[in-house]
């Protein structure tokens, strides 16, 4: 039995989907445990491109059972699609797909407050996708959230959902919104769970049994290690916990079970909206233009920076990272020269990110190490040793940084651009 984790080491968009794509050829199960559809898995296999906010990403391999824990958040209608969209691409779901009665739901309300929160908060917004995650979460911890299990009783959901409405139509109306019709959004999620319900289980007998069978499981995190609610740079965060420990309470996997966490690491550096990204560049427009993307989830052009080694090995340590997965190693071909961040440097002193706050790492200097580029096409390349060396000496330096072995490194977008090592 194997029970592999793979998660992002640093602010997301790092390249998980991919990872996930080419692993879960060799797992019985595959699992998302955390997070909400504020992250976004960009996949290209045969079936076609796909970016999947909800569904785990191994779900094209057609002998895996995929599961959402319950303590991943959904908005029903980016479910519904997602569904759809892989029928309609010929993956068959049907008793191998399920979802947790546990998972609680992102409401029409929770969207809406997203947006007045972070208007309200002015110059103080934090940069939320506005998907309603915050308030989901909010909502769950303060026993005020509507799950799936919910729509088993319409006296329970009726009796659920008038509180919440009653509740949050006073605030977004206090806040300069308007408050929402109850039937409208009764009725709307109703037909959402008309088309989910075939789909939703208790999902703690299937990984339990699976777990005593000896199957293998692949569990796939949401967002990045540096978005966690404790160790990420908060206040500039997501609303939950993105560590590999989460895969306990999202899913119900013991701590014991987990022998393998695979760290996926982007081979330069990304951040989505606001929030410290102590490589940014200012000062490069080609690197800026080389290196900026738009993200799957927003469509927000995410802010570039070189490879920050400071905070992936952290991320790496507080999630006992066994082997590190380098993805797009091709996109620094365009360069002569190639800058890591191997550490910082705050009013003349060094120091770690976990010695700083979010606000005194918007300050730190970068410590910055030039090395060679090697201004090559690599994506073609399926054997490392084929690699330029100066490429290879990438590697290596990223690897004795991070202190832990690159064993995988992408090298475009498709499955098989890949090199084991």
Same mark, same amino acid.
């Given at each position: ?56 990403? $191994? ?215 606001? $929030? ?22 927003? $469509? ?72 060679? $580029? ?48």
């Amino acid at each position: 039995m194997t029970v592999r984790v793979v998660l992002g080491t640093q602010w997301g968009d790092e390249g998980k989907g991919k990872a996930i794509d080419v692993f879960a050829e060799e797992y019985d199960f595959v699992a998302r445990y955390n997070g909400g559809n504020n992250a976004g898995h960009t996949i290209v296999n045969e079936y076609g491109t796909f970016k999947i906010h909800l569904v785990p990403s $191994g779900v094209f391999n057609p002998k895996i059972t995929a599961i959402i824990g319950g303590g991943v958040v959904m908005d029903p209608s980016v479910l519904v699609k997602e569904i759809e969209e892989l029928q309609a691409a010929g993956i068959k779901l049907d008793g191998r797909f399920f979802i947790s009665p546990r998972s609680h739901l992102i409401m029409p309300y929770h969207r809406e407050l997203d947006g007045l929160y972070e208007a309200a908060k002015g110059a103080g917004a934090t940069g939320t996708t506005k998907r309603g995650i915050g308030p989901v979460f909010a909502d769950k911890v303060s026993y005020n959230g509507i799950r799936w299990n919910d729509f088993a009783d319409l006296s329970v959901l009726d009796e659920r959902l008038s509180v919440q409405m009653d509740m949050k139509n006073k605030i977004m109306v206090a806040l300069g919104g308007e408050a929402m019709d109850y039937d409208q959004v009764r009725d709307e999620y109703l037909g959402y769970y008309e088309k989910v319900k075939p789909f939703i289980k208790e999902v703690f007998p299937m990984v339990r049994g699976g777990l005593d069978a000896g199957k293998n499981f692949l569990l796939e995190q949401a967002n990045g290690s540096l978005l966690d609610t404790d160790w990420g740079t908060y206040p500039f965060v997501t609303a939950s916990t993105t560590l590999v420990s989460a895969a306990t309470a999202g899913l119900g996997v013991p701590p014991r079970e987990i022998d393998s966490v695979i760290g996926i690491a982007k081979a330069y550096t990304t951040r989505v909206g606001g $929030g410290p990204l102590p490589t940014e560049i200012f000062d490069d427009e080609y690197a800026i233009s080389v290196l900026s993307e738009i993200a799957a989830t927003t $469509g927000r052009t995410r802010r570039a920076g070189w490879f920050d080694s400071e905070v992936t090995r952290f991320a790496a340590q507080v999630n006992g990272v066994t082997q590190i997965f380098l993805t797009k190693l091709d996109i620094l071909s365009a360069f002569d020269e190639i800058k890591i961040c191997t550490g910082y440097e705050l009013d003349g002193k060094e120091v770690h990110y976990y010695d700083i706050d979010a606000y005194q790492l918007g300050r730190v200097k970068p410590v910055l190490k030039t090395v060679p $580029g090697w201004k090559s096409d690599i994506t073609g390349v399926r054997d490392y040793a084929d690699l330029p060396q100066a490429a290879k000496y990438y590697v290596d330096v990223v690897e004795e940084l991070l202190e832990v072995p690159v064993g995988w490194v992408s090298l475009g977008p498709e499955r098989e651009a890949l090199v084991e090592r």
